[in-house]
């Protein structure tokens, strides 16, 4: 190993991720990304349980606003997928300098991107929720957080991009760390705002929209002063910053293919969404509240994925093709096993997770079900997260586009219109189709994984 690379592993989190047990490695990697991550969705997931007490219409406002929301940022994690394929490749090749110009390309372009959508954000939140054909109850409840949460952008993107860098660089366990601090502060100012405790005014949904930029805004913070005060593997400086049109446009290359694979993910549960809707609000705010319990489970699942996706990238920098192919059937097995124990969990305990989110009678029993329906899929959600993220680890971005357009648009969407019209299944057959589609993108990915053409994508 040369000097320069030894250099760069001495310091916080040095760590050689490309030597030593495989398995070692994803744990020690990865259960801090799956605390963090866990604790990310946390933010979310206690906005809905508080929001559950406003009634139906704010859930169905708060899932509504927050998939655009999710839109809106696909773009950036996309831009993020490309900054992780390439500061992984960059730190196993033992070139930490390269890997910090990369990151300065990422905050030039995350700068522009939150500023045009907070102007978006301003102009256009209510015709924006007109479009879904939801009520007026709805676009009253979600129009105001749609706004905020466009306006705050700045702040999640740069608490995204900062966690990033850290989690590509082999450095895990300060995001999570930092992930601690400000969702405790989130969850502690939540019910303050939201419903008025002590001196502050009662805000409702509008206060969630609050708490989340806020608590946001402090990890942003939190994070830049990590990478820039040089307390975690890769050092962050502007130092002489300049665009680099060479390496902006490398990045931009990894970044559009995931940035559209994550627009058609959030576009087409968009979609997936106007087909519930027709069944009204009991059935959008039940479809919210499962997705947020889904979000919540895939996180474990994207925690090890993500640590998967950055040991193939530092091994392949570190020309080692093979162990990084180990290293995605390895995370996938381990991922595997522990989302059976989830479904098995979900499908025995529906009724008392949703009873975490809302008292209403009428709605337990509806999102239950959807909630027991949803369980099938996570059988298959463990192979498809680490798998895709390794090969987007590997920088080869646009089969997981391809795999999602003809997932989506061939197989959920054309089912989700039929399905409901099939044996009285009503809206029970758009989630049936969801489910279809996980299984058909199990199948693309464990036999693309197998091809081993992202062993030799060059970035």
Avoid at 48 to 76: D, E, H, K, Q, Y
Avoid at 280 to 291: F, P, R
Avoid at 395 to 409: A, E, F, I, R, S
């Amino acid at each position: 190993m040369d000097r320069s690379r030894y250099a760069m592993r001495a310091g916080p989190a040095g760590r050689d991720w490309t030597q030593g047990s495989i398995t070692g490695n994803l744990m020690s990697l990865g259960w801090p990304m799956m605390v963090g991550g866990s604790l990310n969705m946390l933010g979310p997931t206690i906005d809905m349980i508080w929001v559950g007490r406003l009634g139906p219409a704010a859930i169905a406002a708060v899932g509504m606003s927050g998939m655009v929301v999710m839109l809106a940022n696909s773009m950036l994690m996309g831009l993020f997928q490309g900054l992780r394929a390439m500061v992984a490749r960059f730190i196993g090749a033992g070139d930490r300098e390269e890997a910090n110009r990369v990151a300065q390309q990422a905050v030039a372009v995350a700068i522009v991107y939150s500023i045009a959508m907070a102007l978006i954000g301003i102009l256009l939140a209510e015709r924006i929720l007109h479009l879904f054909g939801v009520g007026p109850d709805v676009i009253a409840e979600g129009a105001p957080y749609l706004r905020i949460n466009f306006i705050g952008m700045v702040t999640m993107s740069f608490r995204n991009l900062t966690e990033s860098a850290m989690q590509a660089s082999g450095d895990s366990r300060t995001p999570m760390w930092i992930a601690v601090l400000f969702r405790f502060f989130h969850i502690s100012l939540a019910p303050f705002l939201i419903f008025g405790w002590f001196v502050f005014p009662r805000m409702g949904v509008t206060g969630a929209a609050l708490t989340g930029v806020f608590s946001q805004g402090l990890g942003a913070g939190l994070g830049l002063w990590f990478l820039i005060s040089g307390r975690t593997r890769l050092r962050l400086t502007l130092r002489g910053f300049r665009l680099r049109f060479d390496l902006l446009w490398r990045l931009l290359k990894l970044a559009l293919p995931a940035s559209v694979t994550a627009m058609e993910r959030t576009l087409g549960n968009l979609v997936l969404m106007g087909f519930i809707a027709p069944f009204g609000t009991l059935a959008v705010a039940g479809h919210s509240i499962n997705q947020r319990v889904e979000m919540f489970l895939q996180v474990p699942a994207m925690g090890l994925g993500q640590a998967a996706g950055v040991l193939a990238g530092q091994n392949l920098g570190a020309k080692q093709p093979g162990r990084a192919e180990r290293t995605g059937w390895m995370g996938a097995g381990l991922l595997s096993a522990l989302m059976t124990v989830c479904a098995g969990a979900v499908l025995i305990w529906a009724d008392s997770i949703v009873q975490v989110f809302t008292p209403d009678p009428e709605l337990i029993p509806l999102a239950a079900t959807f909630i027991r329906i949803a369980a099938v899929g996570y059988l298959l959600m463990g192979a498809n997260a680490v798998l895709q993220q390794c090969i987007t680890g590997a920088g080869d971005t646009l089969v997981p586009m391809l795999v999602m357009l003809l997932n989506m648009w061939a197989v959920q969407v054309p089912l989700a219109l039929v399905l409901p019209k099939v044996g009285g299944l009503g809206v029970l057959g758009v989630r049936w189709a969801i489910v279809a589609g996980t299984f058909t993108a199990s199948v693309a990915y464990v036999s693309y994984f197998r091809m081993g053409r992202w062993k030799t994508r060059r970035i």
